[in-house]
């Protein structure tokens, strides 16, 4: 069975702070996705990144970075500079190939973000 | 490029009355279709997922059902709401034949009283 556990529940941070939402996962399967979604108040799930488990190489997109360790089954998400639009809760999600198409999400992170 | 569509956006129903949520996706043909319920505490629980036309997938036991009946509509209906239905419903499509992002809707928010 495959589990995502987000062990921040939530997270507050000043503007201009750096903040990093852990995720780890775990699966026996050795072909997965593992993906980071953000909600916003309005509750739209908005995808922010997709990464496959043949690939370890972080990801930065603007203030955004990803650092996927197989390691440690950990898929973190930094974010650089936060700001109060950045406020929302982040779900860390897997994909196993063979699962029925199921996406098996964390939690979620509420990241708060204060001016 | 894709969209997707969910309505009503809000909803206040008694007990007992029935529900029908609608998702519909354009830009794209075939696709996955996929319907969660996020409860209070922020946990998604996936509902149903289809893969084609009338192919409906249940992945929990309950009172809500889902159709298929166009290619790119996907239904979430009941036919007696229990207050235990509330919750945000979140329509998600990927593309076909495996492609595992899943892209959201908007959302239904959903009160049951």
């Known amino acids: 069975a495959q589990k995502v556990t987000q062990a921040q529940t939530e997270i507050s941070v000043v503007e201009k702070e750096d903040v990093t939402l852990d995720c780890v996962y775990e699966t026996r399967d050795t072909t997965y996705y593992l993906f980071w979604y953000k909600q916003p108040p309005s509750g739209e799930l908005v995808f922010l990144i997709r990464r496959n488990s043949f690939d370890e190489q972080n990801e930065i997109s603007g203030r955004y970075s990803w650092n996927f360790q197989k390691s440690t089954s950990s898929f973190n998400f930094t974010i650089t500079a936060s700001q109060v639009v950045d406020s929302a809760v982040y779900f860390c999600?897997?994909?196993?190939?063979?699962?029925?198409?199921?996406?098996?999400f964390g939690k979620g992170t509420l990241l708060t973000v204060n001016p | 490029s894709q969209t997707i569509h969910q309505w009503p956006a809000t909803l206040v129903q008694p007990v007992g009355s029935p529900l029908s949520l609608e998702c519909t996706v354009e830009g794209t043909s075939n696709p996955n279709l996929y319907w969660y319920r996020q409860a209070a505490g922020r946990g998604l629980q996936l509902l149903f997922y289809s893969v084609g036309i009338g192919q409906i997938s249940s992945e929990v036991p309950q009172n809500l059902s889902a159709s298929r009946p166009q290619d790119r509509q996907f239904i979430l209906s009941s036919k007696k709401l229990l207050l235990s239905d509330s919750g945000f419903y979140l329509c998600?499509?990927?593309?076909?034949?495996?492609?595992?992002?899943?892209?959201f809707g908007p959302g239904t928010r959903l009160l049951v009283l």
């Open positions: 998600a499509w990927s593309v076909e034949p495996v492609e595992e992002t899943q892209y």
């Open positions: 999600a897997l994909f196993v190939e063979g699962s029925n198409y199921k996406l098996t």
